[in-house]
């Protein structure tokens, strides 16, 4: 599943290729993703300039003059720009077309979404989606004093409350599990619990983690363009995510895993606490 490092990616890559782009039509191939897709989009976008490429956690945002096309790429999704005559594929369900290129939506499972906020309704910001979301991690105002603050009263285990999203967001499963190893934070502790300098570890740490997933797919931008392109999700070497059983790469111990929530979380019971 695409995670913030991956969505940011995405929004780089496509960036240069739609700021300022007129839509020139909407193809749709489908009914809706995880939604319907809203009515008459066609002629909403028609004629109209994309002025930014923007994202909020997990949502990429189109920002025209009228309103904001909000895109997820929800589990296996991916958005690429390719010649607009570029015949489209099964799982190819939309198309904006810009001229003579398009920006496709690609995803097989069709857990993704395409939704407008108009204009009138209000700063997108205060989308029913949107609204709850907690900080974005890679912006100044997160801290360790944000994660201290707003866990006071928190007795869930840490790494749910990095999960839900609403105190930070955009920190997923295997960002959680890397950043929690990084600050030697057991997943386990109580949000509640942990102290103001160990959430200030922990906070650098999540921000150097997601930093670095995005640096290295960086090197993958200009797969984002061309009809073969795979936009990348890629693969990194992890300290835990993924690695049960193996040794720890900084003491040696066993990797465990877990089971929090539905989720699966790794964790090495030396280096964290
Ligand atoms: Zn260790």
């Known amino acids: 599943m695409p995670e913030l490092p991956e969505v940011e990616v995405t929004r780089r890559g496509i960036a240069p290729h739609v700021e300022g782009r007129t839509v020139t039509g909407v193809i749709l191939r489908h009914t809706g993703l995880r939604w319907p897709f809203p009515d008459n989009l066609d002629a909403l976008l028609r004629g109209r300039v994309i002025r930014a490429a923007g994202r909020r956690g997990k949502y990429l945002l189109l920002a025209f003059d009228h309103g904001t096309l909000i895109v997820h790429l929800g589990m296996s999704g991916h958005l690429r ?5 570029t015949p489209p594929q099964k799982h190819d369900h939309v198309d904006v077309l810009l001229g003579e290129a398009a920006m496709r939506l690609t ?5 993704g979404a395409v939704l407008w906020h108009a204009q009138e309704e209000g700063a997108v910001d205060g989308h029913l989606l ?4 907690g900080v974005e991690p890679l912006e100044a105002v997160f801290s360790g004093e944000t994660l201290y603050r707003q866990t006071r009263k928190r007795s869930a285990p840490i790494k749910q409350v990095l999960l839900a999203g609403n105190v930070v967001v955009g920190v997923g499963n295997i960002y959680a599990s890397e950043s929690l190893f990084e600050a030697g934070i057991a997943p386990t502790t109580p ?7 160990r959430y200030e570890r922990l906070a650098a740490a999540i921000r150097r983690v997601l930093a670095a997933a995005i640096e290295r797919g960086g090197s993958t931008l200009r797969d984002f363009v061309g009809a073969d392109g ?4 890629f693969q990194q070497d992890y300290f835990v995510y993924d690695r049960a059983g193996q040794p720890c790469r900084v003491c040696g111990a066993e990797i465990r895993q877990l089971r929090q929530g539905q989720r699966s979380t790794f964790h090495c019971p030396n280096c964290q606490k």
């Open 130 to 133: 949107l609204r709850s979301l």
């Open 81 to 85: 720009i390719l010649p607009a005559d």
């Open 191 to 197: 949000a509640g619990r942990i102290s103001r300098a």
């Open 107 to 111: 995803d097989p499972r069709r857990f």
């Open 230 to 233: 795979q936009s990348g999700y």
